[in-house]
Nanobody, 125 residues
Framework: QVQLIESGGGLVQAGGSLRLSCAAS????????MGWFRQAPGKERELVAA????????YYADAVKGRFTISRDNAKNTVYLQMNSLKSEDTAVYYC??????????????????WGQGTQVTVSS
């Protein structure tokens, strides 16, 4: 079992930045690929960014490429999402997720095994 706790969400003006953190506990963190998903009201949950076990491979959704950066610190059992140049359309609940594999693999929600409780990000225009 893996427990995930997100932090760092909040209210920010368009063009601003936020850094989300996700602290993991329970199993060997470096055995898991990690992802950040988001879900806006009335929309499906979507993968924003993912990272493999070492941090050497990353994936970004087209909507956030060049603005968001995912990273991880295996010594601290933590994954981060640095969000810059935020837009109103980035407003959503952001979820951290862990997949029981070392590679990024599938982008699907069903491909992740453990989830955090979510943190709200609101971007005002």
């Amino acid at each position: 079992q893996v427990q995930l706790i997100e932090s760092g969400g909040g209210l920010v003006q368009a063009g601003g930045s936020l850094r989300l953190s996700c602290a993991a506990s329970g199993r060997t963190f470096s055995n898991y690929a990690m992802g950040w998903f988001r879900q806006a009201p009335g929309k499906e949950r979507e993968l924003v960014a993912a990272i493999n076990w070492s941090g050497g491979m990353t994936y970004y959704a087209d909507a956030v490429k060049g603005r968001f950066t995912i990273s991880r610190d295996n010594a601290k059992n933590t994954v981060y999402l640095q969000m810059n140049s935020l837009k109103s359309e980035d407003t959503a609940v952001y979820y951290c997720a862990a997949a029981a594999r070392r590679t990024i693999g599938t982008m699907a929600v069903g491909g992740y095994d453990y989830w955090g409780q979510g943190t709200q990000v609101t971007v005002s225009s």
